[in-house]
DNA sequence: ATGTCC
């Protein structure tokens, strides 16, 4: 509950409830979650927008419904500056850089995984193809990592984008947000070694915490049958969805950049409340630095997911055979930060946390394949709960076509091990019945803190996007096999 | 999130 409510007290809401403008000491922050949500909302997060607020020039601020304490930035954040007198900040992007969600659509049916025994086999298949232990190495060491942090999917060798990635005999590259990040290379001569060769080694490997792999089976939106249509989705069909981001070579970008930054603003008298929070313009010398090294580690995720995805396609065809396909839906980041052209505002600077942009039908930036619907946009959420295929509404320019990024954690890692018990888990999870969702980790225990326990109802989250007009449901996706890495 | 503290 709210205990401090003076901050907020002149709170204005708009959208039936699912909108609120929020007067801060600082500056205006804009809320969309439904009544309920924005309520029980910890004080803490108007506390974190306050001081982002302080930042110099920022022109806009929001939340998504799924909003959550983070370091130094809420997750869930959307922060705007004009792109030609704006500033960066390696604290409002988070350390995951690039960190985002996979779709790949098969030609299975649901009816093909019903028994147990075979989602069991295939996790077991993927086990085998995909490293899940904490510091395993990947198994593409024949991949040169400077050409994927320099061109992204581009950098890949031939054979790892194979026929029949993507429908009509596009690349899988023609699929994506973005197959190639442009930016000054110099930079790179910069990270050392040690950071080269654990990036090389970890290429193509899941990550722990909330990241993860799932098979999943959807179910259509009638609402939107001729847009699922038009991506390839039907009723019943069993997709793959991914969730990881740039390891270890994006946490040391923000590392080191941020380190950079603090020096910079101690120098300059720089600075919020919050010394946790860095932030640079965007002409300084450290502030394009941080760019340049960001968009890199934005070519590392994409590329990392795309090979997560290639690995468990190889499982695919050992259980079902070489006729299984696996088409990319989509590639989408939710952490990273960039310009982009708004109709009002002109060029603008963009920071996502935890945010996903969403387009409508028509917007200049989809890829050419999604200018007539809009692109997929891919909201996961808790395990053993239901995730999401959305679409972007017009309305969204108001709030940049920023949605949700997931569930959003209602208690802490450490809160939810205490206050969850196995049993609890394992119920969430079906286990012992026929609709088991199954799971990679022997020890329930090991990932206990990603029980469905420690986040928000997704179904509320969706609720407050669609409320508000941001976007629509194309398809829920309901989880039949979870794997994720360990701790 | 992260080879979770040089």
């Given at each position: 509950m709210n205990t401090q409510p003076n901050l907020f007290a002149d709170a204005n809401d708009s959208l039936g409830g699912y909108r609120h403008e929020v007067k801060l000491p600082a500056g205006d922050l804009t809320v969309y979650a439904a009544q309920q949500l924005f309520s029980s909302l910890d004080y803490k997060v108007f506390e974190m927008a306050n001081n982002n607020l302080q930042?110099?020039?920022?022109s806009y601020m929001s939340y998504t419904p799924d909003v959550h304490v983070g370091?130094?930035?809420?997750?869930?954040t959307t922060a705007v500056w004009d792109a030609n007198n704006g500033y960066v900040s390696p604290s409002i992007v988070?350390?995951?850089?690039?960190c985002g969600m996979r779709v790949h659509m098969t030609n299975l049916h649901k009816d093909d995984l019903k028994d147990v025994k075979l989602r069991r086999k295939l996790v077991k298949a993927i086990e085998k193809v995909l490293p899940m232990e904490a510091n395993q190495r990947g198994?593409?060491?024949?991949?040169r990592l400077e050409h994927i942090v320099r061109k992204g999917l581009h950098g890949l060798p031939k054979k790892y984008i194979p026929d029949g990635y993507t429908p009509k005999k596009s690349t899988s590259i023609t699929h994506v947000e973005s197959s190639k990040f442009t930016f000054d290379?110099?930079?790179?001569?910069?990270?050392p070694d040690m950071t080269w060769h654990r990036s090389h080694r970890q290429l193509g490997t899941l990550g722990g915490g909330n990241h993860f792999a799932e098979i999943q089976a959807i179910e259509i939106a009638e609402e939107n049958r001729d847009i699922a249509e038009a991506w390839g989705l039907v009723d019943g069909q069993i997709v793959v969805m991914i969730h990881s981001g740039s390891r270890t070579w994006g946490g040391h970008i923000s590392q080191t950049s941020s380190s950079a930054i603090a020096k910079m603003m101690q120098r300059n008298g720089l600075g919020t409340s919050d010394p946790r929070l860095v932030f640079a313009p965007l002409e300084h010398a450290e502030g394009r630095h941080y760019v340049n090294m960001m968009y890199s580690a934005l070519n590392y995720a994409v590329v990392n997911r795309h090979l997560i995805a290639y690995s468990i396609r190889e499982a695919f065809r050992e259980v079902?055979?070489?006729?299984?396909e696996f088409r990319t839906l989509y590639d989408l980041m939710h952490n990273y930060a960039w310009e982009e052209s708004h109709p009002d505002q002109g060029s603008v600077f963009v920071h996502r946390k935890g945010a996903t942009r969403a387009l409508p039908a028509?917007?200049?930036?989809?890829p050419k394949p999604y200018l007539a619907t809009g692109h997929p946009a891919l909201i996961p959420g808790s395990m053993g709960t239901a995730s999401y295929i959305m679409v972007g509404q017009s309305q969204g320019v108001d709030n940049f076509y920023s949605i949700c990024?997931?569930?959003?954690?209602?208690?802490?890692r450490n809160a939810t091990k205490r206050l969850v018990t196995l049993a609890d888990f394992e119920r969430a999870l079906g286990?012992?019945?026929?609709?088991e969702i199954v799971v990679?980790?022997?020890?329930?225990e090991s990932i206990i803190?990603?029980?469905?326990?420690?986040?928000?109802?997704v179904d509320e989250i969706i609720d407050s996007v669609t409320g508000a007009g941001l976007a629509q449901v194309v398809a829920k996706c309901k989880p039949l096999a979870a794997v994720k890495g360990a701790k």
């Open positions: 930042i110099p020039g920022i370091v130094g930035t809420c997750i869930g988070g350390s995951d850089i690039g198994h593409y060491s024949d991949i290379e110099e930079v790179l001569n910069l990270v079902f055979g070489s006729k299984c028509h917007h200049p930036d989809n990024h997931g569930a959003g954690r209602i208690r802490s286990v012992g019945t026929e609709n990679n980790q022997r020890s329930l803190d990603e029980s469905p326990q420690a986040y928000k109802n």
